[in-house]
Nanobody
Framework: QVQLAESGGGLVQAGGSLRLSCAAS????????MGWYRQAPGKQRELVAAVTRDGTRNYADSVKGRFTISRDNAKKTVYLQMNSLKPEDTAVYYC?????????????????WGQGIQVTVSS
């Protein structure tokens, strides 16, 4: 069983910054991909940023240059540093992990989602 614990959301004024964290726990040896998605009211969930175990990063065009994703493999934690926040960044942000290698040396095909954390940017 894999659990994801998200933290760091909240309310911030436009131009401000927030840092999201997501820590994975369970019988995990390693995680291939860790990322963040977001879903605004009335919109589909979309990829914000993702990072592979070797450090390859992928960003949505709308956040390039403002958001930075990073991970600590030893802590099984992924971070999302969000700078220059805009009202259109307001959404529920979800942590997502995939390609988990368990302590039983079996790689899971499932992806796992956090419960979601609210980020609200006021104008």
């Amino acid at each position: 069983q894999v659990q994801l614990a998200e933290s760091g959301g909240g309310l911030v004024q436009a131009g401000g910054s927030l840092r999201l964290s997501c820590a994975a726990s369970g019988r995990i040896l390693s995680i291939s991909t860790m990322g963040w998605y977001r879903q605004a009211p009335g919109k589909q969930r979309e990829l914000v940023a993702a990072v592979t175990r070797d450090g390859t990063r992928n960003y949505a065009d709308s956040v390039k240059g403002r958001f930075t994703i990073s991970r600590d493999n030893a802590k099984k934690t992924v971070y999302l540093q969000m700078n220059s926040l805009k009202p259109e960044d307001t959404a529920v942000y979800y942590c997502n992990v995939g390609g988990i290698l368990g302590v039983d040396l079996i790689r899971r095909s499932d992806t796992y989602w956090g419960q979601g954390i609210q980020v609200t940017v006021s104008s």
